[in-house]
């Protein structure tokens, strides 16, 4: 792997936020009297713009997606932040990439206020440069509109960076940007999702993508 830059989406590819997220999906749509009870139903909700999935999966209005998604983040920031877990191996492989002269970047469709304070809580931080995430407004939650800001704003040439993820959303956004992009099997994307997006590599576990770094 020669990139010298690599880019790192953060839920499903740093980390495992499936009990956090889904939780917290759940109780905003309590508030909105939608009652979802089996969490795993809940689980398309990791990765993709929270907006988004909030009005096209329940038929929302913009200004109902926007209260489901106030209601997602007053139990997100106290609790469903830390429901949460990094993958087993992502700190030894972040610390290698370094070692070995990489510059090392998180691009997430999550709030950057929350994405700094995950990579803070499970201590690597260390390892990134910059964290870009979204602002609470909105502004950047498209994965297309993300990396072009952090290519523009570090002054990176696409052809010396690989974008990491587990979503389409971070292939889409790294194919639209010319940067080549990995999917990674281990997180919430399926495999069809991935390779329907003609990924550089495709990664089935961590291990793998270890591998391929050396």
């Given at each position: 792997?020669?990139?010298?830059?690599?880019?790192?989406?953060l839920?499903?590819?740093?980390?495992?936020?499936?009990?956090?997220?889904?939780?917290?999906?759940?109780?905003?749509?309590?508030?909105?009297?939608?009652?979802?009870?089996?969490?795993?139903?809940l689980?398309?909700?990791?990765?993709?713009?929270?907006?988004?999935?909030?009005?096209?999966?329940?038929?929302?209005?913009?200004?109902?997606?926007?209260?489901?998604?106030?209601?997602?983040?007053?139990?997100f920031k106290?609790?469903?932040?830390?429901?949460?877990?990094?993958?087993?191996?992502?700190?030894?492989?972040?610390?290698?990439?370094?070692?070995?002269?990489?510059?090392?970047?998180?691009?997430?469709?999550?709030?950057?206020?929350?994405?700094?304070?995950?990579?803070?809580?499970?201590?690597?931080?260390?390892?990134?440069?910059?964290i870009?995430?979204?602002?609470l407004?909105?502004?950047?939650?498209?994965?297309?509109?993300?990396?072009?800001?952090?290519?523009?704003?570090?002054?990176?040439?696409?052809?010396?960076?690989?974008?990491?993820?587990?979503?389409?959303?971070?292939?889409?956004?790294?194919?639209?940007?010319?940067?080549?992009?990995?999917?990674?099997?281990?997180?919430?994307?399926?495999?069809?999702?991935?390779?329907?997006?003609a990924?550089?590599?495709?990664?089935?576990?961590?291990?793998?993508?270890?591998?391929?770094?050396?």
């Amino acid at each position: 792997m020669h990139y010298r830059r690599i880019l790192f989406d953060l839920d499903g590819t740093l980390t495992d936020p499936r009990e956090g997220i889904t939780r917290s999906v759940q109780h905003a749509l309590a508030q909105l009297d939608i009652h979802e009870p089996d969490l795993a139903a809940l689980e398309h909700f990791i990765g993709p713009p929270l907006l988004q999935c909030f009005m096209s999966t329940y038929q929302l209005s913009e200004e109902q997606g926007w209260q489901a998604v106030n209601h997602y983040r007053e139990r997100f920031k106290v609790t469903g932040l830390y429901e949460n877990r990094a993958f087993d191996g992502i700190d030894a492989l972040l610390a290698r990439l370094v070692d070995q002269g990489r510059t090392l970047y998180i691009a997430t469709s999550k709030p950057t206020v929350f994405a700094r304070e995950i990579a803070r809580h499970f201590g690597f931080d260390r390892h990134f440069k910059v964290i870009y995430g979204s602002e609470l407004d909105g502004t950047r939650t498209d994965k297309v509109e993300l990396i072009a800001h952090l290519l523009r704003e570090e002054g990176l040439n696409p052809a010396d960076c690989l974008m990491i993820g587990d979503r389409k959303h971070d292939l889409i956004g790294a194919h639209r940007n010319g940067l080549h992009a990995a999917g990674v099997g281990y997180g919430f994307g399926s495999r069809e999702e991935l390779l329907g997006e003609a990924p550089a590599y495709y990664f089935a576990s961590l291990p793998e993508l270890a591998r391929a770094f050396g």
